[in-house]
Structures are given as structure tokens and as C-alpha cells.
């Protein structure tokens, strides 16, 4: 099992910036993919962005590429999210979430993921 505990959120302005984090325990989470996952009020599970652990390949959602930035630190255990250029769009709870498969961040909604912190709520305001 692999425990994720996120941190950061918060409420911030249009155009600021805000970093998240997301630190991993338990059964080797070094050697694991991370990333992170975000869902709005009424609105589906949506893919933010995912990091390899073996190669640091990233990967982003649409809806924030140029904007958000993840990175790891693997002696830590922890990912990162950067979110610059924040719109009031981006307002919603954002999820950590790992697994052993790099493709199942791009099942629906994230729906084979295995392991999924609590959320953490970002605010965006106009």
C-alpha cells in the first residue's frame, strides 16, 4: 500500500501562483508514478499532469499546459505541482494520485489509478 497526503492548496487571485505537494509513504513509493488529478463543482474527474518516477517524463492535461509545472524530488518521496497563470477555472479539488502503471493516468477520470490522496481545495478567484 502507498499513502498520499497532499498540501498547499488555498485561495489565490487570477494571474498568481500557488505550489502544491504530495508526499508519498509505505511500500517502495520511490518506484512509483505520481501525479495529480482535479475535480470542479458538477464537473468530472479531469487529468492535470503525471510525472515517471524512473525518468522524470511529464506529461499534462490541455487545460493547463504552459501553466502548471510538476516535478519530483524521489529521495523525498514527494511530487510537486507549480500553478502559474491561475484562472478562476482552475478552482477546484486537486488530487494526488500514483500508481505502478504510467498509462493509467490516462484512463477516464483516472478511474484505474490505484492509490489517491484526500484532495486538497485551490481557489482561484476573480
Known amino acids: 500500500q502507498v499513502q498520499l497526503v497532499e498540501s498547499g492548496g488555498g485561495l489565490v487571485q487570477a494571474g498568481g501562483s500557488l505550489r502544491l505537494s504530495c508526499a508519498a509513504s509505505?511500500?517502495?513509493?520511490?518506484?512509483?508514478?505520481m501525479g495529480w488529478f482535479r475535480q470542479a463543482p458538477g464537473k468530472e474527474r479531469e487529468f492535470v499532469g503525471a510525472?515517471?518516477?524512473?525518468?522524470?517524463?511529464?506529461t499534462y492535461g490541455d487545460s493547463v499546459k504552459g501553466r502548471f509545472t510538476i516535478s519530483r524530488d524521489n529521495a523525498k518521496n514527494t511530487v510537486y505541482l507549480q500553478m502559474n497563470s491561475l484562472k478562476p477555472e482552475d478552482t477546484a479539488v486537486y488530487y494526488c494520485?500514483?500508481?505502478?502503471?504510467?498509462?493509467?493516468?490516462?484512463?477516464?477520470?483516472?478511474?484505474?489509478?490505484?492509490?489517491w490522496g484526500k484532495g486538497t481545495l485551490v481557489t482561484v478567484s476573480s
Open positions: 510525472i515517471r518516477w524512473d525518468n522524470g517524463i511529464t
Open positions: 509505505g511500500r517502495t513509493p520511490n518506484m512509483i508514478h
Open positions: 494520485a500514483a500508481d505502478r502503471a504510467f498509462s493509467d493516468f490516462n484512463s477516464p477520470a483516472g478511474e484505474r489509478m490505484n492509490y
